[in-house]
């Protein structure tokens, strides 16, 4: 909390076109040339917002924004390594809503083979509350530590890495080293409607110079802000960054320096209900189709609303040795996607429909939360639960 209130103060010297764009603001553009993609798959509208994004200077923002599948964030990652390849004075602050967010964005930046992003020149920021075990090994040399103990380098080696992966809330480690506004040439935010406007405060405030190319990427009928108290959201903290700035026409009417919307690329899916949610179930369910298709343990993922579910489901997954299923709750899977996605319901019975309305647990309780569950698969999604209480979903949905 003490980070959100320094963060919103630290807002105050930023500039008005950057927090409050206008129907007047003009878009600061230098003149961009040409680039050769280093990922071939990229289509003209993503080339376009990767030209746009290189001939920005400074405010305002831009929006890249779409439903899931669209390749936003592979659209930053192609822009993020331009800007490393192209120029090198240049510094990138990526920032997603987590940590499972910011690795996916880590694992696409070093994997691209032409760009080839130096080791010593990438570096992945992690609080010091979470667990060694929660990086995946490839990942631990990008990360500084003291033991088991994640910490924040010091300043003379943060400056010597010309791009630096946090999550929006863990960046304020850097204000703490030393780093000062301006440092970053650009700021990307990934998932950015998914967090409350403090917390992209926390990056833009403490870093944004007049020149810094802001950036920002996500879905605003996807997941939005968490927040606890009823009278701060009815008060606008419920409402993200991203999904304000849509309240200026510039944005609305999707201006060509303002904003671009990805489109959704043809998907085949395939909705199969079955009867239980239980976790032997599952495990039969992984089996059978790592049987009948060419399938990695790692194409397949399971999403589940409540917290001891994914805990039960991952331990019997790693005793049968098939702990590459990623498996996590809705939160995990934003702005991911796999092959094939199992989604298990849990609830067997409409007694407590009503308690996870008013708590506003599962999925019954809010849209853009089912919203991301069914949008996470390539190819399959599976639904294991009681169709009778599937059936209980609001209409609106």
């Known amino acids: 909390m003490r980070r959100l209130y320094q963060a919103v103060k630290a807002a105050e010297g930023l500039e008005q076109d950057l927090l409050f764009p206008s129907e007047s603001t003009k878009r600061r553009l230098v003149n961009s040339p040409g680039f050769v993609p280093f990922t071939s798959s990229l289509n003209q ?57 910011a690795d996916h964005i880590l ?59 946090s999550t929006y809330m863990s960046s304020s480690l850097l204000l703490a080293e030393g ?55 009815a008060l606008g903290l419920g409402k993200s960054y991203l999904e304000r700035l849509f309240e200026c026409e510039s944005y609305r009417n999707g201006g060509e320096g303002f904003v671009i919307k990805a489109s959704m690329r043809e998907k085949k899916t395939i909705l199969h209900g079955l009867t239980e949610s239980r976790p032997a179930r599952l495990l039969k369910v992984i089996n059978k189709l790592r049987a009948s298709a060419d399938l ?16 039960k489901i991952k331990k019997v997954l790693e005793n ?46 809010n849209p853009k939360r089912f919203n991301v569950a069914i949008t996470r698969a390539r190819s399959l999604l599976i639904i294991v639960g009681n169709p009778h209480i599937v059936s209980q979903l609001d209409s609106s949905f």
């Open 45 to 101: 509208e993503q080339i376009r917002s990767v030209e746009m994004i290189l001939g920005c200077e400074g405010a305002p923002p831009y929006v890249i924004y779409g439903p899931p599948g669209t390749g936003k964030t592979m659209t930053l990652v192609e822009a993020m390594l331009q800007i490393y390849a192209t120029r090198k004075n240049d510094r990138i602050l990526v920032c997603a809503a987590s940590n499972s967010a």
């Open 320 to 365: 049968w040795e098939l702990s590459e299923v990623k498996v996590g709750s809705v939160e995990q899977f934003q702005g991911q996607e796999r092959e094939v996605i199992i989604v298990s319901t849990v609830r067997s019975t409409i007694k407590h429909n009503d308690f996870d309305k008013t708590y506003c647990l599962g999925f019954l309780s």
């Open 296 to 311: 990695d343990e790692a194409d397949i993922g399971v999403i589940t609303p409540y917290r001891q579910q994914v805990l």
């Open 179 to 233: 780093v000062s506004r301006g440092h970053f040439s650009h700021i990307f935010l990934d998932e950015s409607g998914q967090a409350s406007e403090p917390e992209c405060m926390v990056p833009i405030a403490n870093f944004c110079s007049r020149e810094t190319v802001v950036v920002l990427a996500g879905d605003p009928q996807q997941l939005g802000p968490v927040v606890y108290s009823k009278d701060a959201e």
């Open 107 to 165: 694992e696409k930046l070093i994997s691209n083979n032409v760009a080839e992003v130096r080791e010593n020149q990438i570096f992945r920021l992690n609080a010091s509350s979470r667990t060694y075990e929660d990086v995946h090994p490839d990942h631990i040399r990008f990360c500084y530590y003291d033991g088991s103990i994640f910490k924040c380098p010091p300043l003379g080696a943060l400056v010597q890495c010309r791009i630096i992966i």
